[in-house]
């Protein structure tokens, strides 16, 4: 069925928060989903992880123009930026990426980081990204006062707006997102 690449902060309590994540993945998606936690702790970890994966979700500290790693001590390290991503390959069998690292899809809609992944990932992809600071343990995950936030790319574009998510979603809900708008935009 595939195999999906759950991209964590490298502290403990993110790992754990990030296994559940990806088993909430795979149970939706169904039998026969691989799931593997990674902590990609620059762009290079990053690259590996994603270039091996049919869906990811990104678990990471974020701003719309970079993700950051959280160390065990608390420190946070840089992982990449939009430039960095840029510079990044296609992945086309990578399908679904779902990003609960906060504001990545935040200020301008070309400059983010949730958009310039898009444009890596398969042609049918997508990136559902949040433009607010994201909070969730590891169930669902949304604004902190339920703001409207989420929404998705396809191929550098924004074609899926706040006003079509709830202020919450579950991984099953960004799968099923996935699935119902998956040949819309072809």
């Not at 992945?91 to 899809?105: Q, V």
Request: net charge negative; charged share 20%.
């Amino acid at each position: 069925m595939g195999r999906i690449a759950v991209l964590s902060c490298s502290h403990y309590a993110w790992i754990e928060s990030s296994r559940a994540m990806g088993e909430n993945l795979a149970y939706a998606i169904g039998y026969g989903t691989e799931m593997h936690v990674h902590t990609p702790v620059d762009k290079k970890g990053l690259l590996a992880c994603l270039n091996v994966a049919n869906y990811a979700i990104i678990h990471t500290h974020g701003a719309p123009d970079r993700l950051i790693d959280q160390r065990e001590d608390n420190s946070q390290k840089l992982i990449t930026t939009v430039s960095g991503v840029k510079e990044f390959p296609e992945f086309p069998s990578l399908r679904l990426i779902i990003m609960t690292a906060c504001s990545t899809a935040g200020g301008e809609n070309d400059k983010n980081i949730a958009c310039e992944l898009s444009k890596h990932i398969a042609k049918d992809g997508l990136v559902i990204a949040n433009r607010h600071v994201v909070y969730g343990a590891n169930y669902d995950f949304g604004e902190k006062n339920g703001k409207l936030g989420w929404v998705a790319y396809r191929n550098g574009n924004l074609v899926l707006t706040e006003d079509k998510f709830p202020a919450y979603i579950t991984m099953a809900d960004g799968y099923n997102t996935f699935l119902n708008y998956s040949t819309v935009f072809d």
